[in-house]
């Protein structure tokens, strides 16, 4: 059997990630996907760093057991050294969000008046340590088939910086995770870096000119859109939260269709640009009555709930949109687009 051959561009979200897992478990399951390349962001950049690794380890199934391994090993480490846990009432009541944790209210009332290098000035972190100890990091430097490409935010210029294979260290997935209110900003090569998911979450633009594949898979964990007004502050600032994490995105796909449609019009001369075959799995249903205060949570039964959710998501597309990918005559996909160009 003749694999398709695909990349996939991983948006951050903190324990939403698991819902990106879940996607990621189900098509390497299908077992007619070739993974060319992983673009992640944040959580977006674990998942990716768990596919490459696995992939090059052990193929298939490696990926999907380096993945099971890294969040299940993550949330056993976090009930060990992290302040948010959900209180047994809400746990019980499968009541996902954190804005009921003692735990999560009082460092949300710390980090209003401290920054990390007040709390934490010696710079301690538990899961840096983790981090360095799970991922094989000569491995996947090494690999010249299976690439990744870590998003992460300049400090000093505001601008991306991408890492790629050659660059992979512990230091580097962390700075593409680095929260800038809960961590102190990571080094690397003697520049300061934050989280990637504030200019490109998660970055498309290396798949394209980097990867052979003109398909490209985007998991999308942020809701783009939200039918009700936001009233409360929470709510308020989990929106503007919501449009920032997305707005990198947006802009990507604008560029992407505008040139997929100058293309299809005939107006750009064939082969002076790539064609590229956009794709996306998302299921904002999933995320419904859940606040960003969940991303926080690493519960393992929520983590498991979204890993579940991923799957059947990633079934529902393979099922409707398998004969897209790899299809010359694939068609610009307006239904697709309408949530970033309408």
């Known amino acids: 059997m003749q694999k398709k051959k695909v990349a996939l561009a991983l948006q951050g979200g903190g324990a939403h990630g698991a819902f990106a897992w879940g996607v990621a478990d189900r098509l390497l399951e299908d077992g007619r996907f070739d993974i060319e390349g992983v673009s992640g962001t944040s959580a977006g950049g674990m998942n990716a760093a768990s596919i490459i690794q696995g992939l090059i380890k052990g193929g ?17 480490l976090s009930k060990k050294i992290s302040p948010y846990s959900l209180n047994p009432i809400d746990k019980a009541n499968k009541y996902y969000n954190l804005d009921h944790s003692l735990g999560f209210l009082m460092m ?11 709390l934490n000035p010696s710079n301690k972190n538990p899961f840096g340590d ?3 100890g799970f991922f094989d990091f000569a491995t996947i430097r090494e690999s010249t088939e299976r690439r990744i490409f870590l998003g992460t935010t300049h400090v000093k210029s505001g601008k991306i910086k991408i890492f790629t294979n050659k660059d992979i260290c512990s230091d580097v997935l962390m700075a593409s995770a680095c929260l800038p209110f809960m961590f102190q900003a990571v080094q690397v090569d003697g520049e300061y870096y934050w989280d990637g998911g504030f200019i490109a ?14 398909d490209i898979i985007v998991v999308q964990l942020t809701k783009t859109y939200r039918e009700e007004l936001p009233k409360t502050k929470a709510d308020i600032v989990d929106r503007l939260k919501e449009i920032t994490y997305n707005g990198c995105l947006v802009r990507e796909m604008r560029a992407i269709y505008f040139i997929t ?9 064939e082969g002076t640009m790539k064609r590229m075959n956009m794709h996306m799995i998302k299921n904002e ?3 419904k009555n859940l606040n960003l205060s969940s991303a926080l949570n690493t519960d393992w039964d929520f983590l498991m709930m979204l ?3 991923g799957r059947k998501a990633a079934d529902r597309w393979i ?5 897209d990918v790899g299809s010359k005559t694939h068609k610009l996909d307006d239904g697709l687009f309408k949530d970033f160009v309408s």
């Open 319 to 323: 099922n409707d949109h398998y004969d």
């Open 60 to 76: 298939t199934e490696g990926a999907r057991a380096t993945l099971k391994d890294y969040w299940r090993s993550m949330s056993e």
């Open 285 to 287: 249903d999933s995320f």
């Open 201 to 214: 979450n998660p970055a498309i633009f290396p798949l394209i000119s980097e990867c052979s594949t003109s």
């Open 130 to 132: 983790f981090v360095k």
């Open 307 to 309: 890993h579940n959710e």
């Open 261 to 269: 449609k100058l293309i299809d019009d005939g107006k750009i001369k």
């Open 108 to 118: 949300g009332k710390l980090q209003e008046h401290f920054s990390p290098y007040d």
